[in-house]
């Protein structure tokens, strides 16, 4: 069985943010689970990822292969619902409020599975706006069609 198919990431120019909407194929639980622990996010779109905890102000490290590592904190958590974490940006080993990037996954129960939407913003604040929006469409382009992939046993 093929993952199921989903449009690409945006940009949005205006308000210097990326989002996508996406189907999966598999219950809110194991959505949640994908997106909030790290031994799932290290399968689909971290090489390494830790966090102390699943609250606001929990900290932690996600590594990306051939890109280094960037701090992350949580900001808030509605369980179930949606979590939104800082990332850090532009190579900064440290989170730094005005030199990184928020980003929310909201998870909604449909008929069939979970509707994922993720939006990120921020990158006003970057040294790069436009190159960061545009590598980070290519970015949440490519890893949630592989946490697709994941959650629907083709990974």
């Known amino acids: 069985m093929s993952p199921t198919q989903n449009p690409p990431a945006e940009i ?3 308000v210097f943010s990326v989002s996508r909407t996406i189907t999966i194929a598999a219950p809110p639980e194991k959505v949640w689970a994908a997106v909030t622990e790290p031994e799932h996010i290290e399968r689909w779109h971290t090489s ?3 966090l102390t905890a699943l609250e606001p102000g929990g900290t932690g ?3 990306f292969e051939g890109y280094g590592t960037a701090p992350i ?3 808030s958590v509605e369980p179930m619902r949606s979590v939104t974490y800082r990332w850090g940006s532009d190579g900064d080993t440290e989170l730094v409020d005005g030199r990184s990037t ?3 996954f909201t998870l909604e129960a449909i008929e069939g599975g979970t509707r994922l939407h ?3 913003t921020g990158f006003e604040m970057l040294k790069d706006p436009q190159g960061a929006l545009h590598s980070n469409q290519e970015g949440w382009t490519v890893q ?3 946490l697709v992939a ?3 046993g083709d990974a």
């Open 150 to 152: 994941y959650l629907e």
């Open 12 to 14: 949005d120019n205006d």
């Open 102 to 104: 928020v980003f929310t």
């Open 61 to 63: 490290e996600w590594t």
């Open 144 to 146: 949630l069609d592989k």
């Open 73 to 75: 904190r949580i900001e």
């Open 48 to 50: 390494a990822a830790t």
């Open 118 to 120: 993720v939006h990120e």
